[in-house]
C-alpha cells in the first residue's frame, strides 16, 4: 500500500478533462510534485510545489491542491498525454520522499 | 541541456551487491539545493524512492532499505555512485537517477533513462 493513494486508472475521450487525484495526510503540509511517464520512457515533472508548472510543460496541464487531496487536471486531453501519472511528495516522518501508486490515464 | 546517464550491472546474482554510477552533465553539486536521487521501478509497478545525496553531502535513505544502501558523490567526476547490498530477486527493477531540487520535499526536475537490473541466479 501507499501512503499517497491514487486511482489506478482514469479514462477520457480526447478534448475533455481529466482529473487524477492524489490523497495523503501529509499532504496538508508538504508540497505535492506531478511526474508524466510514457511507456519505456523515464518520467516528466509536469507540476512542482502543487501548482507551478515547468518550463515547456503545455498549459493544459495544472495541479490545485485542497486538505489532503492534490488534484492535476489535464483540459482538452490529446491523444499523446495517455500515459501514467505519478504523485510525489513526502511523509510527516522518516520518509523524505514518497511516490503514489501511479495512475494510468488513458485516453479513449 | 541537462543529462544524466545510469550505469552498471544488468544482471546480478542473489546476495550480491550492486553498485550504479550515475554520470552528470551541465549542473554542479555545488549549486544550493542540488542534489542527485536514486528511484527504482520494478516492471509495471511504481516509483520507488532509495536514497538522495546533496552537494553538502546531506544524504537521505528509504527507511526501509537503509541498512542496504550507501550513496557517495563524487564531484570531481560528476558522479553519483549507488551500492545496495544482499541483492533479492525482488529487487529487480529499472534503476533512475534524477537531479534533485529543493527540501520541502525535494523534488525530481531531469532523469536519466534508467537501466534495467534484473536479480537471477
Known amino acids: 500500500s501507499y501512503e499517497l493513494t491514487q486511482p489506478p486508472s482514469v479514462s477520457v475521450s480526447p478534448g475533455q478533462t481529466a482529473r487524477i487525484t492524489c490523497s495523503g495526510d501529509?499532504?496538508?503540509?508538504?508540497?505535492a510534485y506531478w511526474y508524466q511517464q510514457k511507456p519505456g520512457q523515464a518520467p516528466v515533472l509536469v507540476i512542482y510545489?502543487?501548482?507551478e508548472r515547468p518550463t515547456g510543460i503545455p498549459e493544459r496541464f495544472s495541479g490545485s491542491s485542497s486538505g489532503t487531496t492534490v488534484t492535476l487536471t489535464i483540459t482538452a486531453v490529446q491523444a499523446e498525454d495517455e500515459a501514467d501519472y505519478h504523485c510525489?511528495?513526502?511523509?510527516?516522518?522518516?520518509?523524505?520522499?514518497?511516490f503514489g501508486g501511479g495512475t494510468k490515464l488513458t485516453v479513449l | 541541456q541537462i543529462t544524466l546517464k545510469e550505469s552498471g550491472p544488468t544482471l546480478v546474482k542473489p546476495t550480491q551487491t550492486l553498485t550504479l554510477t550515475c554520470t552528470f552533465s551541465?549542473?554542479?553539486?555545488?549549486?544550493?539545493?542540488?542534489?542527485v536521487g536514486w528511484i527504482r521501478q520494478p516492471p509495471g509497478k511504481a516509483l520507488d524512492w532509495l536514497a538522495l545525496?546533496?552537494?553538502?553531502?546531506?544524504?537521505r535513505y528509504r527507511p526501509s532499505l537503509k541498512t542496504r544502501l550507501t550513496i557517495i558523490k563524487d564531484t570531481s567526476k560528476n558522479q553519483v555512485v549507488l551500492t545496495m547490498t544482499n541483492m533479492d530477486p525482488v529487487d529487480t527493477a529499472t534503476y533512475y537517477c534524477?537531479?534533485?531540487?529543493?527540501?520541502?520535499?525535494?523534488?525530481?526536475?531531469?532523469w536519466g533513462l534508467g537501466t534495467l537490473v534484473t536479480v537471477s541466479s
Open positions: 534524477a537531479r534533485l531540487r529543493g527540501a520541502t520535499p525535494p523534488y525530481f526536475d531531469s
Open positions: 551541465e549542473f554542479s553539486l555545488n549549486s544550493s539545493g542540488v542534489g
Open positions: 545525496i546533496y552537494g553538502d553531502d546531506d544524504k
Open positions: 501529509s499532504l496538508t503540509r508538504q508540497y
Open positions: 510545489k502543487d501548482t
Open positions: 510525489q511528495s513526502a511523509d510527516n516522518g522518516e520518509t523524505y520522499v514518497l
